[in-house]
């Protein structure tokens, strides 16, 4: 494989003598050649720019010289291997171009297939555009391509970055080829967990426990969650790009936690915000077709119908929303409201019907006893990590909505709705005692289960 670099600065690139790029050369696995461009002019100045038709700052190569340049490269590298040529070399003219679109390892990969890489460093605004529409033109191969959104003051830099993640994917270059595969970029599509050597403790920072524990099985499970981590942090748009087959149970686990359901099509990211006031509506039709869902199953129709109709209709959204001690979020997946929550603040001194204050009064002060009254998920997204998503976005909305020094959240749940209790329970509820539920005049029997909100301070 040759790499042809015709730049204005061939000083640039003497570090492509050093480490691995060096060694390839060294081993002829690949050859490395830096041009000077102005040894393609032919005025005394050796002149390679002028100023840019159409007006404007700064000045443009000229597409002559460089035209001249890239023949004789071309020529150059073709005459070099007589007889071998019966299937055509695969030729590209790679150009650096903050217009370009950015480099990816996969191009890489892809450039690691060609027989000759030739890179026109532009520098000034850079190459009069005819360059690459001459060549592309003619039928080769015109590669134009970005480092990232940052401002270079020419392509030499952006060459030496492909050069070297170029090279070391060329057959022969790396002893072992799953230490390649392995890599961030690559197959499975998370940004690298992070690394630690000797010494164990540096100052005052610990080697994590698990990576001396001996215990592979842990240490590959601790390193995926970082890699999670980082990606979500970092580079969520490799996260939503996973694909479902790429995660397994812990995996969604991690994912729900960082706030990722994962769809037919892979992890979505789950906003989780107040309700709007325009949203009264759609949240009404949500709670309304879901409230059913968690009646128990001998409850009348018409019984169900009236409660809706008497508390989750949209003008009554419209007051919760609008209401400062009531809480109502919405957990939207993909743009879509995909659950909500409502909590109630009680005023100083009231105690909501049923809140189990005695049981958890144990203080000096009265705790503030936050009704959840309903918290729903669309079937579609349940036992996905919606629910514990948005349980956990509520109690900590709540707790930044209060000013209260212990706040416990409570709610009652149909004691035959295991679903629900095991939800809660996983969340970190408790249960704390029952209660009594008209709906009509059928009465239910509610568990009642409670968390506290806030840490003691
Ligand atoms: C370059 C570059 C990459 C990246 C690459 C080539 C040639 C039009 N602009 C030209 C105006 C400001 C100065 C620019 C200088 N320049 C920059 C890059 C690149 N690959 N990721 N950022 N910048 C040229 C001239």
Not at 357 to 380: N, R, T
Request: with cysteine.
């Amino acid at each position: 494989m040759r790499f042809d670099i015709v730049t204005v600065f061939p000083e640039f690139f003497s570090s492509l003598d050093l480490s691995l790029v060096g060694k390839a050369r060294e081993r002829g696995l690949i050859a490395v050649q830096t041009h000077d461009l102005r040894d393609w002019t032919t005025d005394v100045h050796r002149t390679v720019d002028d100023s840019p038709f159409g007006g404007g700052a700064g000045m443009v190569m000229k597409p002559d010289v460089w035209a001249e340049a890239i023949d004789d490269v071309v020529g150059a590298a073709h005459g070099e291997t007589p007889g071998t040529n019966e299937v055509p070399a695969r030729t590209v003219l790679a150009i650096p171009t903050p217009s370009g679109a950015p480099l990816t390892q996969g191009d890489c990969w892809d450039l690691a297939e060609a027989d000759h890489v030739i890179i026109a460093c532009g520098r000034y605004e850079g190459i009069d555009a005819r360059v690459a529409d001459y060549y592309r033109g003619s039928g080769m191969e015109v590669f134009e391509y970005s480092l990232g959104d940052y401002v270079l003051n020419g392509g030499e830099v952006a060459a030496i970055a492909l050069v070297e993640a170029v090279a070391r994917l060329v057959p022969g270059m790396v002893g072992n080829p799953e230490s390649l595969r392995e890599e961030s970029h690559g197959e499975h599509g998370l940004l690298e967990y992070p690394v630690y050597t000797r010494p164990t403790t540096f100052r005052g920072h610990d080697v994590p426990a698990v990576l001396t524990s001996g215990d592979h099985g842990k240490v590959a499970r601790w390193r995926r969650d970082r890699a999670l981590e980082r990606t979500d942090a970092r580079r969520p748009d490799m996260l939503a790009a996973l694909t479902p087959d790429q995660l397994d149970k812990k995996d969604r686990a991690k994912l729900a936690e960082l706030g990722w359901v994962v769809g037919e099509d892979g992890p979505l990211a789950v906003v989780v915000d107040e309700a709007q006031p325009a949203e009264a509506e759609a949240v009404s039709q949500l709670a309304g077709r879901l409230f059913p869902h968690a009646c128990p199953p001998d409850m009348k129709p018409e019984d169900v119908a009236d409660f809706v109709a008497k508390n989750l209709s949209e003008r009554d959204f419209a007051q919760y929303i609008a209401d400062p001690n009531h809480l109502v979020l919405v957990a939207r997946v993909d743009g879509q409201i995909a659950g909500y929550s409502l909590a109630i603040i009680p005023e100083a001194g009231q105690v909501h019907e049923g809140a189990p204050a005695a049981a958890l009064a144990d203080g000096a002060d009265e705790p503030l006893l936050v009704y959840l009254s309903k918290m729903y998920i669309e079937p579609q997204w349940r036992g996905k990590g919606l629910f514990d998503i948005l349980i956990r976005d509520t109690l900590e909305a709540i707790t930044a909505a209060v000013d209260a020094p212990e706040i416990f959240v409570w709610l009652g749940t149909n004691i035959g709705n295991k679903r629900a209790i095991r939800a809660y329970k996983r969340a970190g509820f408790e249960i704390v005692g029952e209660r009594e539920f008209f709906v009509g005049e059928q009465v239910n029997k509610d568990l009642t289960l409670a968390i506290r909100a806030n840490m003691p301070q």
